[in-house]
Nanobody, 126 residues
Framework: QVQLVESGGGLVQAGGSLRLSCAASGRIFSSYAMGWFRQAPGKEREFVARMTSLGRTAYAVSVAGRFTISRDNAKNMVSLQMNSLKPEDTAVYYC????????????????????WGQGTQVTVSS
């Protein structure tokens, strides 16, 4: 069983930055792919970013060039640095772990992930 706990959400003005963190339990964290998703009110949960066990990354088109995913396997942590934030980035952000295909890059469906955090709210004001 893996537990994920997000932190770092908050309120920020458009153009600002936030850094989300996700602390994971589990002895084989380094073998998982880790992802970030978000869900805005009235919308479906959508893929934001993924980092494989090998360190490769993938991003949604809407955040590419503004967001950066990273991980520290020694600390069982994954982070999402969000720059140049826009009001449309407002959502609850979720950390997720894929234990089945950790080295695969193109897994962007929420169904591809086995464990989820509780979410952290990010609000970007205009």
């Amino acid at each position: 069983q893996v537990q994920l706990v997000e932190s770092g959400g908050g309120l920020v003005q458009a153009g600002g930055s936030l850094r989300l963190s996700c602390a994971a339990s589990g002895r084989i964290f380094s073998s998982y792919a880790m992802g970030w998703f978000r869900q805005a009110p009235g919308k479906e949960r959508e893929f934001v970013a993924r980092m494989t066990s090998l360190g490769r990354t993938a991003y949604a088109v809407s955040v590419a060039g503004r967001f950066t995913i990273s991980r520290d396997n020694a600390k069982n942590m994954v982070s999402l640095q969000m720059n140049s934030l826009k009001p449309e980035d407002t959502a609850v952000y979720y950390c997720a772990a894929d234990q089945r295909y950790g080295s695969s890059l193109n897994r962007r469906s929420a169904y591809d992930y086995d464990y989820w955090g509780q979410g952290t709210q990010v609000t970007v004001s205009s």
